[in-house]
């Protein structure tokens, strides 16, 4: 009996993966233009094998699962989520360059945390 408990919990435990949450709204000229410059095009991109884009409307009601990432005032904001918690975050758009170079960044500081292997299976 233990053993199926247990493997019923492996069941329903969360399975995290990495990835970038957006933060933007309706209206905002800096979600427009990553969009425009990055948004039409991150999923053929490296960074978006590590980190699949997902987008959240500031002003919607907070998916369960990211309700204690908090502080989230401006838009766009990124959030770089690890295992269910938040690693990196990217305040705002100012262009490409800078924009890459602040994910090379927030990527480079998860690998740090994550074995040389293969990423690790989260543990809650």
């Known amino acids: 009996m233990p053993l199926i ?7 329903i435990a969360p399975a995290w993966g990495d990835e970038l949450v957006m933060f933007g709204q309706q209206g ?3 979600c427009a233009a990553w969009n425009r410059e990055i948004g039409k095009i991150y999923d053929k991109t490296d960074e978006a094998k590590q980190v699949p884009l997902r987008r959240v409307d500031i002003h919607a ?8 990432v908090a502080g989230i005032h401006f838009t766009p ?5 690890h295992c269910g918690r938040e690693a990196a975050r990217i305040v705002g758009y100012a262009g490409q360059e800078l924009f890459w170079e602040q994910l090379d960044a ?7 945390t994550t074995p040389a292997a293969s990423p690790a ?3 809650s």
Do not use: W
């Open 5 to 11: 408990m247990l493997m019923l919990l492996g069941a």
């Open 28 to 30: 905002c000229p800096y």
């Open 61 to 68: 009601e907070r998916p369960a699962d990211l309700r204690a």
């Open 77 to 81: 904001t990124f959030v770089v989520m």
């Open 106 to 112: 927030a990527l480079a500081s998860i690998k740090k």
């Open 121 to 123: 299976p989260c543990s």
